[in-house]
């Protein structure tokens, strides 16, 4: 029994171990994303600088030409728009901001890593990874051995830290107690687990990483293409300050995004394990344990839906759930582009199928029928032959060979003298207008779903 219930236990600890270190390679492969420095990385590269240097040309062309335009309308309408003094003013602003657009994106890209690492570091400086942090809220000591002479208080949150607890299987040790109802002196398992919760908690958190370093992949492209555009922006934004602080605004949003995201998913951690750490219901294990539960959903459903607050704030989602709709929209891209394909092959195999069906039938008017049959009927008639000139040879097996041959050329012969053009294109046409009329009732499901409705009900 001991040994099934060990094999039990290693095969739940081996599902536990292996969520928990997805978690902890998730959440690192997220702390070197928000690190990386995108601008840096593809300026070395000759076709982005060539670009790059296109774009700041172009921006410098086009504040030229809005700044000569200002000039021109306030000449021929002095009275209307903005006074001399603001459009020198715009142009001072407007320029500078174009100059060093560079500069601006870069400090914001090294403040946004600053922040990142700072949020993401509150584990590694206390000396303990994401998933020793939270497994330490499912592994306690168990009543009896607590009890027993034998209870010496080993550091439960050490062993998972540095891996003892997995290494050395110490989620099987057992003790010797003399309490046990079946023998005195059985072995029970010094350590109680809590498994559903380890794996449901884990689990969910993976989820919620998984599509929190899907919205900071794509934060990264985000805030290459904005340092791109800026320039153009900036030029064009004479006498429209609106313009200039939506980008302003898209930069702060993009910088603040993955130190919002490692400082929530930090903070969720923290809190679960004060909860886990707190006695609600002394009297009651359950009600303890319902109120715990429910506290870790509120953790986790703040860890999807992240913070409205800053949402409000930045302007944007910033949770697993962006992640999360950014896939289910790529997903339902892939569906949409390969209906299209599958209408699309129906109505051109129809359309290619109806049209060779017009051909044939119209090579059969012109002679094609006739040339068909005399060549089908002249085969059947030599099948027939065959079977006529043996029926009289004493030799049964002979005969029977001979037979079968000349009843399969005569049967050729039927096929042959009934495949006339006309009836190929009769065939043609007819499989041409089902698949061109596969491909009309998908691009119009509902109007066929009332067709069907309408003729079930006369």
Not at 214 to 237: C, G, H, K
Not at 247 to 252: A, F, K, M, N
């Amino acid at each position: 029994m001991l040994s099934a219930l060990d094999l039990l236990r290693r095969l739940g600890w081996a599902v536990i171990d292996f969520i928990y270190k997805l978690v902890d390679t998730l959440f690192n492969i997220m702390k070197e994303l928000n690190l990386y420095d995108i601008v840096d990385s593809v300026s070395d590269n000759t076709m982005f600088s060539n670009f790059h240097s296109g774009i700041i040309a172009i921006a410098i062309t086009l504040l030229a030409l809005f700044i000569a335009w200002r000039f021109v309308m306030k000449i021929l309408d002095p009275d209307e728009g903005l006074s001399t003094h603001q459009i020198v003013m715009e142009i001072i602003k407007c320029s500078v901001l174009v100059l060093m657009s560079v500069f601006l994106f870069s400090q914001a890209n090294t403040l946004s890593m600053k922040l990142s690492g700072y949020t993401s570091s509150m584990f590694s400086n206390s000396g303990t990874t994401l998933s020793g942090a939270m497994l330490t809220m499912y592994v306690d000591y168990s009543d009896g051995y607590k009890a027993s002479d034998e209870f010496k208080k080993e550091d439960i949150s050490s062993n998972i830290k540095n891996s003892n607890f997995t290494k050395k299987r110490m989620f099987n040790d057992k003790y010797v107690t003399s309490k046990k109802w079946i023998l005195p002196d059985e072995k029970d398992y010094k350590y109680n687990i809590n498994w559903i919760m380890a794996i449901i908690v884990g689990g969910f958190f993976l989820y919620a990483l998984f599509f929190s370093g899907m919205m900071l992949a794509r934060r990264q492209i985000e805030f290459l293409f904005l340092f791109l555009i800026s320039p153009i922006v900036f030029a064009t934004s004479i006498g429209n300050k609106q313009r200039r602080s939506a980008v302003i605004e898209q930069l702060v949003s993009l910088m603040l995004q993955g130190a919002v995201v490692m400082m929530i998913i930090g903070i969720t951690v923290i809190v679960m394990q004060a909860i886990n750490s707190t006695t609600f219901f002394s009297d009651s294990n359950f009600k303890d344990m319902a109120l715990k539960s429910l506290m870790f959903v509120g953790c986790g459903t703040f860890l999807l839906t992240g913070s409205q607050v800053v949402n409000r704030f930045i302007g944007s989602n910033v949770s697993a759930n962006s992640g999360r709709e950014q896939l289910m929209s790529l997903m339902s891209y892939g569906h949409a582009l390969s209906t299209a394909t599958h209408i699309g092959g129906n109505a051109i195999s129809g359309a290619t199928s109806f049209g060779l069906g017009v051909g044939a039938s119209a090579l059969g008017r012109f002679g094609g029928n006739k040339l068909v049959s005399s060549i089908g009927g002249a085969i059947q008639k030599f099948g027939n032959n065959i079977k006529s000139n043996n029926s009289s040879n004493s030799n049964p097996i002979k005969s029977g060979i001979q037979n079968g041959i000349g009843n399969t050329i005569e049967k050729f012969g039927g096929k042959v003298k009934n495949s006339t053009p006309s009836n190929i294109g009769k065939n043609m046409r007819m499989h041409g207008r089902e698949n061109m009329g596969e491909a009309v009732s998908s691009i119009m499901q509902q109007r066929n779903m009332y067709r069907r409705r309408y003729r079930s009900r006369e």
